[in-house]
């Protein structure tokens, strides 16, 4: 559940950093992609995932302990993603291997 909690929470965080208007994303050609016009859309998925974390992470602290939890995860989610989205090591491959890893881990133990 601890791994489910870190994922939802991962992937709550980097939709809404996809989302942001403030990002500069690269296309295949290195350079900036053009902005689009309108509401970021993705922004309410993104809190959704957080939503989500921050429930299961309460399931299985309780209320106060699981809300410091997620706050001490949030915070190390997105400074792990603002500095390594831009640096591209943030794949889908990565992430998925890392979770898998992370829930054999948290099985055995």
């Not at 990002?23 to 998925?45: D, H, I, Q």
């Amino acid at each position: 559940m601890i791994t489910l909690s870190c994922l939802f929470t991962f992937l709550g965080f980097w939709v809404c950093y996809r989302a942001s208007r403030r990002v500069a994303f690269a296309t295949a050609n290195k350079g900036p992609k053009p902005e689009e016009s309108g509401r970021p859309r993705g922004a309410s998925l993104g809190v959704m995932g957080l939503l989500a974390g921050f429930a299961l992470s309460a399931l299985r602290y309780g209320i106060g302990s699981g809300s410091f939890f997620f706050l001490i995860m949030l915070t190390i989610v997105s400074s792990l993603v603002i500095l390594l989205a831009p640096l591209g090591f943030m794949k889908r491959r990565t992430i998925g291997m890392l979770t898998i890893l992370s829930m054999l881990i948290e099985i055995t133990i």
